[in-house]
T-cell receptor
C-alpha cells in the first residue's frame, strides 16, 4: 500500500532555530514529491515540488531533499520565524492514471518568539 | 496565488438533501481534483478530471459525483448528503499529470 508518513506530528522550536521536517514514503517508484503549508482554517499553499530525478529543491529559506532509495524527504527551514508556524504536509505522486497526491498527515510547527 | 475559487465557502445542510460544490479556475489547467480533509485521515482524493467531460474516481468516491462541462469549472455533487460527508472539501488544479498542484481555499460542509 502506498503511504506517506510524517513524524513528529507536532514540533515546537524557538525563533531563529534551523529545523528539519521529515517525510517518509513507501515504494521508491514515486514520480514527484510536493511540500505544502497549511495555516489554520485555510487552504494548502504549495512550497516546493521535487521531481524524481532531482535530489533537492530550494526556495528562499526552504530546502527540500529527496532520497528515493531510502524513501525519505526532508524540508529544511533556516532561521525559523513565528510566521513559519503552520502545518506542513508532504505528498507523493505515485504512478497510475490518477496523478493524485498521497498525503501525509502533516507536522504542526510552532515557532516561539 | 493560483486563480482558484470555491463556492460556497461554508454550508450547513441536512441529511438526505443534495449538495453541489463548485470549483472555478482562471489558470486554464487541464487537471482538476476534489479532495476531502478529515482529522485522522488527512487529505484523500474523491474524484478528478483530466479534461472537459473526462472524469474518474478517486480513493473515496462513494456517494459523490462530478461534472466538468467547461475547462474552468468542476462541480462536486453529494446526491443525498450523510453525516459522514461532513468535512472540508478542497479543489486542486495542475497543468498536467504529476505537475505541481495548487489548492483552492476550501469549503467547510456540515451535514446535520
Amino acid at each position: 500500500k502506498q503511504e506517506v508518513t510524517q513524524i513528529p506530528a507536532a514540533l515546537s522550536v524557538p525563533e531563529g532555530e534551523n529545523l528539519v521536517l521529515n517525510c517518509s514514503f513507501t515504494d521508491s517508484a514515486i514520480y514527484n514529491l510536493q511540500w505544502f503549508r497549511q495555516d489554520p482554517g485555510k487552504g494548502l499553499t504549495s512550497l516546493l515540488l521535487i521531481q524524481s530525478s532531482q535530489r533537492e529543491q530550494t526556495s528562499g529559506r526552504l530546502n527540500a531533499s529527496l532520497d528515493k532509495s531510502s524513501g525519505r524527504s526532508t524540508l529544511y527551514i533556516a532561521a525559523s520565524q513565528p510566521g513559519d508556524s503552520a502545518t506542513y504536509l508532504c505528498a507523493a505522486y505515485y504512478g497510475g492514471s490518477q496523478g493524485n497526491l498521497i498525503f501525509g498527515k502533516g507536522t504542526k510547527l510552532s515557532v516561539k518568539p | 496565488d493560483a486563480g482558484i475559487t470555491q463556492s460556497p465557502r461554508h454550508k450547513v445542510t441536512e441529511t438526505g438533501t443534495p449538495v453541489t460544490l463548485r470549483c472555478h479556475q482562471t489558470e486554464n489547467h487541464r487537471y482538476m481534483y476534489w479532495y476531502r480533509q478529515d482529522p485522522g485521515h488527512g487529505l484523500r482524493l474523491i474524484h478528478y478530471s483530466y479534461g472537459v467531460k473526462d472524469t474518474d474516481k478517486g480513493e473515496v468516491s462513494d456517494g459523490y459525483s462530478v461534472s466538468r462541462s467547461k475547462t474552468e469549472d468542476f462541480l462536486l455533487t453529494l446526491e443525498s448528503a450523510t453525516s459522514s460527508q461532513t468535512s472540508v472539501y478542497f479543489c486542486a488544479i495542475s497543468l498536467a499529470i504529476y505537475n505541481e498542484q495548487f489548492f483552492g481555499p476550501g469549503t467547510r460542509l456540515t451535514v446535520l
